[in-house]
């Protein structure tokens, strides 16, 4: 079942969700002006067909819920099913977790990731750091190890590294980086009480403090598939296609691979692998 520190989260999942629905979402009628926004309590309860002091007690995180129950507040909720099954992660209901790895799985996905030698490709472990990647990563969004091991992680590099974020357009930014957020946090929140994830968030808000209401947002999804361009220094814009993959031998690490969409974008990341490593240059070292 969940830990105490899980029924937090869920109980604060559950209330951001609920400030953001009106009555008239889940067929009520319109009322007066309410003090907060969002649906009352009574209001959900009376849509899952609990009492107001058992959901009360569930947004506090002192009741437990059966998986019934859950998916019954959670259609009240108009939750999706990445949602969905965040909250079911987060109640014990959902998944076991994964077995721990026998051991770092780096050492066996290198040789993966080499074997692209066109393709952007990096080994993330279950807290998003970067544990692996290959050349064709440091050439497109910059050397990994440019940067201390604090900040070596995924969000990291989504929100403040200058050279990743300037290779993508804005149009292309903002919906990858909130993609990968929005993954994390369905990640993480299966041990929301983890030291790195702490440590990560605190970085996050010291060096991106305009980004601040990210990391206070509820919002859970999957990271899909989809294309993007990139246009590092000294290159055309080169149009790739993100997938993801688990390694068996650890199912909670993450490779993300950037296909080229042509042989043109495939060369134009060839010539960037190439070239002397002085004119590639390397993500921001922040201090």
Known sequence: M???????????FLRAHRALLKPEDVGLPPTSRRRTPGLRREEVASLSGVSIAWYTWLEQGRVTASRQVLESVGRALRLDDAEMRHVLRLAGYYEPEASPARGPVNGAVQPMLDSWPVSPAVLLDRNFDLVAWNAAWSAVWGEPSAVSADRRNLMWFMAADE???????DSDWEP????????????AGRVPSDERIAALYGRLAADVPELSH??????????TSRVVTATPVGSEPIRMSLSSLRPVDDPASLILLFTPESQDDGARVSALVNRPLRCVGLARKAG
């Open 176 to 187: 990858l980086a909130m993609s990968v957020f929005q993954h994390f946090r369905a990640q």
């Open 163 to 169: 050279r990743l974020r300037g290779a993508l357009r």
């Open 2 to 12: 969940s830990t105490p520190a899980a029924s937090q989260e869920l109980g604060a």
């Open 214 to 223: 990210w990391w206070s947002c509820h919002s859970v999804g999957e990271l």
